[in-house]
């Protein structure tokens, strides 16, 4: 598969999870405002509105569900598997491109000496990987920068929990269910296609799995498709990276006698691979540096020179 393909396979319907696609639908977001705000009994399904950012090119920031509430509350709503604080920045360019858009449809003026009456924000992360969490919520000020006099600060709810009793705890058994088919048949149709089974069995998103069955096959089997081409690709950029590790430490070691400096080649090689690999799936600088940390047990400050060395401007 050549690198164009790769990427489009990669980019298209990225964000189509089945997160996106339950709550899509409007029955399936009042019940998840309704789990987050029980107390608001004058708020109907017609009052909440999906305002969920679209990029309309690709490098734009776009977030996972946006719910503007009767113009007075601003809901903003991540799925994620895998941890990152990096979710605290990503949420607050979501808040500042929303604030603008909102500025823009209700024709506002920022500069006019009136206080301008803006809806009030709230952040959630729904959160389904395996990693303990030992807090409820996060924050710029704590968990970003590590100090209290920090100039400006946002704190998130983490939610984590099962719970049959909302569609939001649902949808995290759904995910844990999936987890383990995939463990169990690998990322198959026959690992979706039990997941529906059991979860319908147990009545976790029944309605929606009944009424929606084929869709979510196919978005999960797209996405299957997806990352297995992603590390396909992946796997090709980093053997041609180790060539090339091989034939520098051939050349600035061997020829010196030093074991070494092939082994330091080699693992330079690897690494020019991995930056290139994420520059080109259209992955962030700082995604980057954290992929190197893991991968090659880096310091930041290796890893961040790394990056600046083979990132192409």
Known sequence: MNQE???????????????????????????????LHPEMKDVTEKDVVPITLRPIITDQPYNDLG?????????????????????????????????QNYITQNNLNVYQSKKLDMPEPEFYVIYTGNRK?????????????????????????????????DIIGQYIIFSHVLDRQIEKYGRSQTAVEETIRIC???????????????????????????????????????????????QRGEKSGFQRGEKSGFQRGEQRGKIRGAVETYQTLGRSIEEAIHGLISAYNLSKKESAKYVKEYWKQ
């Open 133 to 165: 969490i030992k807090k409820d919520t996060i924050s710029l000020k704590e968990d970003f920068w590590h100090h209290s006099n920090a100039r400006i600060d946002i704190t998130v709810k983490i939610i984590y929990a099962e719970n049959k009793d």
């Open 200 to 246: 319908k069995s147990e009545g976790v998103l029944k309605e929606y799995l009944e009424n929606r069955e084929e869709e979510v096959i196919t978005i999960m089997i797209t996405l299957f498709s997806q990352e297995y081409a992603v590390e396909a690709y992946a796997n090709d950029r980093e053997r041609a990276g180790e060539q090339r590790g091989f």
């Open 5 to 35: 393909s790769v990427e489009v396979l990669a980019k298209r319907n990225a964000k189509d999870t089945v997160f996106i696609d339950l709550f899509h639908i409007s029955k399936y977001r009042f019940l998840l405002f309704k789990a």
């Open 67 to 99: 719910l503007l509430v009767k113009d007075r509350l601003l809901i903003f709503v991540e799925a994620q598997s895998t941890w990152t604080l990096n979710i605290l920045i990503r949420i607050l360019l979501y808040l500042a491109m929303t604030y």
